[in-house]
């Protein structure tokens, strides 16, 4: 409880840098650190094994993003994200404020107490499960993740000259 | 104070802070930042629910976010080479400048 309720606010402050900030970079520094704080959180919360995936896969992705931000946006990119802010700031949070309230009243209402007790995640479980349980899932994401490659590297390629 | 609530309460707001983004953002790169940010927001409700609610012995919620992680990852990859496509177009990373079909 003590590690959610220090982390919390953390990743809150960091997701809001991460939407606030208009250079590309900072945002993708700020994006990795709410990935790797909810990850901490993962962590403290007995969910270690996909708290060390989150580290691994989603904060590698976002580095990605990050290497990206750095190739493909100019200067330019960002006086005129500030430029255009006054304008989209307002119908942004009219679309977002009512979304949250009805999320956050959702929450204080409807919550049953909390059982105690610990819940814990035996890797050899999880591999377990994944093998025999879930095993269409696993191999659909496979086909998905080698479907994802070839599309990626198909689309990513330099034009050719010839027509 | 019900840690569950806490967790819940977190995941919304990283959820409004998405969407937020992705409606007012017009940088692709900063969309696909709010795209990231929502998907997480949904992670951490599974692994919340998972944790404080009663206990499962086929781990449903653990197993979500492992299969969510994973889509997530395809997602980061189709959605940067769609970018770099249409940034490779129209020399600019701007949405209001992607407006139009025409190859």
């Known amino acids: 409880m003590t590690a959610l309720l220090i982390l919390s606010p953390l990743i809150m402050l960091a997701a809001l840098g991460a939407v606030w900030k208009a250079r590309p970079v900072h945002a993708g520094l700020l994006l990795a650190l709410t990935l790797s704080l909810a990850g901490m959180l993962y962590i403290a919360l007995g969910a270690e094994f996909l708290g060390l995936v989150q580290f691994m896969v989603y904060v590698g992705a976002v580095a990605v993003l990050i290497v990206f931000a750095l190739l493909i946006t100019r200067p330019r990119d960002e006086i005129e994200e500030i430029a255009r802010r006054p304008k989209s700031v307002g119908p942004g949070l009219l679309c977002t404020l009512p979304l949250l309230a009805t999320l956050l009243y959702t929450v204080d209402r409807t919550l049953p107490e909390a059982p105690p007790g610990t819940a814990d995640l035996p890797v050899r479980r999880i591999g377990e499960l994944l093998f025999t349980t879930h095993a269409p899932a696993v191999l659909a994401v496979a086909i998905l993740l080698t479907a994802v490659m070839l599309g990626a590297a198909l689309f990513a390629r330099e034009p050719s000259k010839k027509p | ?103």
Request: proline share 5%; net charge neutral; glycine share 8%.
């Open chain 2, 1 to 103: 104070m019900n840690p569950l609530a806490v967790l819940l309460t977190l995941s919304s707001v990283l959820f409004a802070l998405g969407l937020f983004a992705v409606l007012t953002r017009r940088n692709t790169i900063l969309v696909l930042v709010g795209i990231e940010l929502m998907l997480n927001a949904a992670n951490l409700n599974f692994i919340g629910f998972w944790r404080y609610g009663p206990p499962d012995p086929q781990l449903t919620g653990p197993m979500f976010v492992l299969f969510g992680i994973a889509i997530a990852a395809a997602e980061a990859a189709v959605g940067l080479a769609i970018i770099l496509m249409v940034f490779r177009h129209t020399r600019s990373t701007d949405l209001n400048a992607s407006n139009s079909l025409h190859g």
